[in-house]
């Protein structure tokens, strides 16, 4: 008897997780649905160029957890780096990105497909002027021949005017 009660607790707590791994396998894979995939042409390595032609650094970004996010890591020029985390919102139906960078940089942003292109926007207190607010939009646009053109644009005025802060082009890397 003493064999048998060892035997039948292990039994009982292994079966719950016998019965959640079944169910489980029986849901649809979580992260499929089509707005899991909006971003996914922004995916892969790529070589990014100012509009002058000369080469601002490299980015990677991939899919991770089975598809639900999308981890970027950017290699700059001079050392700058960052990483961003980009993911379907599915409670607010929307794109979040949250970037940082090793220059102590933080961006969140929010938004989602404007027609092709990947709009994000974002607001926060400037650094500089207390009682302004910052005004972030960075937009990814998928190109014809491949490329991705992605244009930060930032406004001190209330989204009156904006100022280009990074304009790049996404190119994948050549053959050597």
């Given at each position: 008897?003493?064999?048998?009660?060892?035997?039948?607790?292990?039994?009982?707590?292994?079966?719950?997780?016998?019965?959640?791994?079944?169910?489980?396998?029986?849901?649809?894979?979580?992260?499929?649905?089509?707005?899991?995939?909006?971003?996914?042409?922004?995916?892969?390595?790529?070589?990014?160029?100012?509009?002058?032609?000369?080469?601002?650094?490299?980015?990677?970004?991939?899919?991770?957890?089975?598809?639900?996010?999308?981890?970027?890591?950017?290699?700059?020029?001079?050392?700058?780096?960052?990483?961003?985390?980009n993911s379907w919102d599915a409670g607010s139906r929307q794109w979040r990105q949250h970037w940082v960078d090793n220059q102590g940089g933080l961006l969140q942003l929010a938004g989602g497909r404007e027609g092709p292109a990947m709009v994000l926007h974002g607001r926060?207190?400037?650094?500089?002027?207390?009682?302004?607010?910052?005004?972030?939009?960075?937009?990814?646009?998928?190109?014809?021949?491949?490329?991705?053109?992605?244009?930060?644009?930032?406004?001190?005025?209330?989204?009156?005017?904006?100022?280009?802060?990074?304009?790049?082009?996404?190119?994948?890397?050549?053959?050597?």
């Amino acid at each position: 008897m003493r064999s048998f009660l060892p035997a039948a607790v292990w039994l009982a707590a292994a079966l719950p997780w016998h019965t959640m791994a079944q169910s489980d396998a029986a849901k649809p894979a979580p992260c499929r649905g089509s707005e899991h995939r909006q971003f996914d042409f922004w995916l892969g390595r790529w070589e990014v160029f100012t509009p002058d032609g000369k080469k601002a650094g490299d980015n990677h970004i991939e899919a991770i957890d089975g598809g639900c996010a999308l981890i970027e890591r950017w290699q700059g020029r001079g050392g700058f780096s960052g990483t961003s985390l980009n993911s379907w919102d599915a409670g607010s139906r929307q794109w979040r990105q949250h970037w940082v960078d090793n220059q102590g940089g933080l961006l969140q942003l929010a938004g989602g497909r404007e027609g092709p292109a990947m709009v994000l926007h974002g607001r926060e207190p400037s650094a500089t002027s207390p009682g302004v607010e910052v005004r972030q939009r960075i937009t990814w646009t998928p190109q014809p021949d491949g490329s991705v053109r992605q244009h930060w644009q930032r406004s001190d005025d209330a989204g009156v005017t904006w100022s280009t802060v990074f304009d790049g082009r996404y190119e994948r890397p050549r053959a050597p």
